[in-house]
């Protein structure tokens, strides 16, 4: 029962770090151009944008993420700094995982550093908030419930007397 409860904090937690990484991505990617505008941009075409960057970075995070997941379940590692470093690497892959890679030059082709920069800490963030919701408890599922504490001492007049001896 314990296990079941587990997944749906994971998936919380999961969905919560995605929501965070789409909204650092698409805010970061769209600032130059905001700041262009004046200030005046349509809310609506910026809540679909958000909505679209949810989507992407779900999407794209899922298998890496789970991998970081089940390692930090499976051993039980409860630390800020794992989660961050791990939500680095699935920004890092996320963003690799659209740049070209040429096999026989053993090396990526297009390669933009700042968006390279705005995956890994959008990673690194949603690794944090991953961390708040679900990894400060990593593997706690499997430790046995606590013992029920003695029940208080009885008062000394309900105790049973011993029969006098003869």
Known sequence: MALIGRLFVVAFGFLMACFVAGIIVVVAVLYPEISDFGGQIDQSAVNVVLGF?????????????L???LITEAFFIRSVLAYAVGGAIVGAACYLGLV???????????????????????GI????VYWL??????????????????????????????????
């Open 67 to 69: 991998i970081v997941v």
């Open 53 to 65: 960057g949810f989507i992407f970075i779900s999407g794209f995070a899922l298998l890496p993420a």
């Open 100 to 122: 070209p890679f040429d096999p026989d030059m053993m090396q990526f082709h297009g390669i933009v550093r700042r968006h390279m920069e705005i995956m890994t800490g959008a």
């Open 133 to 166: 919701i679900a990894g400060r408890t990593a593997g706690a599922w499997r430790e046995p419930p606590r013992p029920l504490p003695p029940p208080p001492p009885l008062p000394s007049q309900s105790r049973p007397q011993a029969p006098p001896s003869s």
């Open 125 to 128: 963030v949603a690794g944090l």
